[in-house]
């Protein structure tokens, strides 16, 4: 519990947080709901002991803390090894969730080195619709409610992997704040979460193949762009540039085009195109957002500059559907790229193209094609209307 009115504050913020992404999800995911439902009780019971301990202040203080044992070097040595080399994937967490160190096994769980991991936050990996039940149930943990079980989803890189976390909070006299123990094993029920299924471990890394495919989709963009510039209409256009995209590269493409210069408010949203199994809700969702409100095409559109997340971090950035859900979520995103629509004049709208998390993240070359195709679209389309 917090012992000052700044620490109060805080624990209020982060709550009114979490439950927003709570809802959000809830609203997302209405199959989820038993586990939304377990992930809200445990806050529900937190907001009841905040409301009854609101007036009051700790006594105890940091700072007189037991002092530090020396311990022995070589048992230090050898329980870091032991860490190291522990068979079962182990990732230590700080009190803000970010990993302070991770063991071999959970290095690989995760598919990057350690040395890349240390210090990134661990909610990162996992999958966009478990973000909000992970930050509430680890927030549980932390604050003494007991150890926390959960069946979850990592998702990173172009794969997605449903596994069984468990979060054990951890105090050493070292540290002034509590740690989280996260220890990941294969799912308890044995069944698939809904979702992108695992990528497929085929040709995606073959720099050859994936070199001969981005060719393909940029000869085929010039000839649809060449036939399209004797007289076809600009929806049709963009429409079939949007859906080659779809089909070939990309799982939802979207298109936005600013008829006023400088002023991103102005740009409309003309072309969504995305899988055909989607919902129609997703799609509906897509294209009645506003383009100029959201970070991205927001800032693709007033500054004219390409934006690329290999990894979403942040679920709101597309912006939000009528139901106050992140779009990103949403649609299962796992990388993201949008560039600008450049013609003669400035810029003419954004190119935003969207990979769900189990398919191989967007690179920096896959970016300087979509500017090129960016770019030539930007040429074909028709002068601004006059004002």
Known sequence: ????????????TALSERI?????????????????????????????????QAGAQLARAHSQSEPRRQ?????????????????????????EGYIRR???????????????????????????????????????????????A?????????????????????????????????AMSPPMNGAEEEGPAPLEPEVEDQVVVLAARRLDVLTR????????????????????????LADSYADWVVVDVCDLPTDPHTARRAVVAGPA??????????????????DVPGEVLGRGQSLLFPLIEDEAVLGHAESGAPLLAMLGAGSLLSVPLRGSRGVRGA?????????????LADLGLIEEIGEHIGLALPPRPSS
């Not at 010039?222 to 929806?235: C, D, E, F």
């Not at 199994?277 to 959201?294: F, L």
């Not at 190119?351 to 690179?363: A, D, E, Q, Y």
């Open 1 to 12: 519990m917090p012992e000052n009115l700044a620490g109060l504050q805080r624990e209020t």
């Open 20 to 52: 927003a992404a709570l809802r959000s999800t809830h609203t997302m995911y209405p199959d989820d709901a038993e586990s939304i439902a377990e992930a809200a009780l445990a806050e529900l019971e937190y907001a009841e002991r905040l409301l009854g």
């Open 71 to 95: 311990g022995d070097d070589g048992d230090r040595a050898l329980l870091r090894a032991v860490f190291q080399e522990l068979s079962v994937p182990v990732v230590l967490l700080d009190h």
């Open 102 to 148: 991770i063991n071999n096994a959970g290095a690989t769980q995760l598919g990057s080195a350690p040395g890349y991991l240390t210090g990134k936050p661990f909610v990162h990996f996992v999958d966009l619709r478990k973000r909000a039940a992970m930050r509430s149930w680890m927030a549980a943990v932390l604050r003494g409610d007991g150890d926390a």
């Open 150 to 182: 959960l069946e979850s989803r990592l998702a990173q890189r172009g794969w997605a992997e449903d596994v069984h976390l468990t979060l054990t909070r951890l105090e050493l006299s070292t540290e002034p704040h509590p740690l989280v123990l996260v």
């Open 221 to 244: 963009m010039t000839r649809l762009l060449l036939r399209s510039s004797g007289g076809v209409g600009r929806p049709l256009a963009l429409t079939d540039a949007a859906e080659l």
């Open 277 to 294: 199994d989607a919902p129609p809700e997703q799609r509906k969702a897509v294209a009645s957002a506003a383009p100029g409100a959201s």
């Open 351 to 363: 190119l935003t193209l969207i990979r769900r998390s189990n398919r191989g993240s967007f690179r």
